[in-house]
Nanobody, 122 residues
Framework: QVQLVESGGGLVQPGGSLRPLCSSP????????MGWVPQASGKERELVAC????????YYEDSVRVRFANSKNNDKKMTYLQMNNPKPEDTAVYYC???????????????WGQGTQVTVSS
């Protein structure tokens, strides 16, 4: 069974950095991509970054392309979202998501964690 557990969120100042991470303590046999899907208050979930488990290919939404980096550690079954120069509009609950293929739409990911809050504020 696929399990996803996020951690590493918190309060960060604009222009700072933060690195949430997602661990997968259960089976990842059916997984080939993991991504990050923020959901701001009153808004829908929108995937902003993902990485393929086998080849390491990545996808980024335009608003985070030069600021965030999604990486992985296959041995530890973990994925990381390096958030550089975060902005107040990045404030959201960040969900880790996993699915069978690298895709830029949250609806194509089958498994979800519980989320970790990221607040960007001075």
């Amino acid at each position: 069974q696929v399990q996803l557990v996020e951690s590493g969120g918190g309060l960060v100042q604009p222009g700072g950095s933060l690195r949430p991470l997602c661990s997968s303590p259960g089976s990842i046999f059916s997984i080939n991509a993991m991504g990050w899907v923020p959901q701001a208050s009153g808004k829908e979930r929108e995937l902003v970054a993902c990485v393929s488990w086998s080849g390491g290919n990545t996808y980024y939404e335009d608003s985070v392309r030069v600021r965030f980096a999604n990486s992985k550690n296959n041995d530890k079954k973990m994925t990381y979202l390096q958030m550089n120069n975060p902005k107040p509009e990045d404030t959201a609950v960040y969900y880790c998501a996993a699915g069978p293929t690298l895709a830029g739409r949250a609806s194509l990911y089958h498994y979800w964690g519980q989320g970790t809050q990221v607040t960007v504020s001075s």
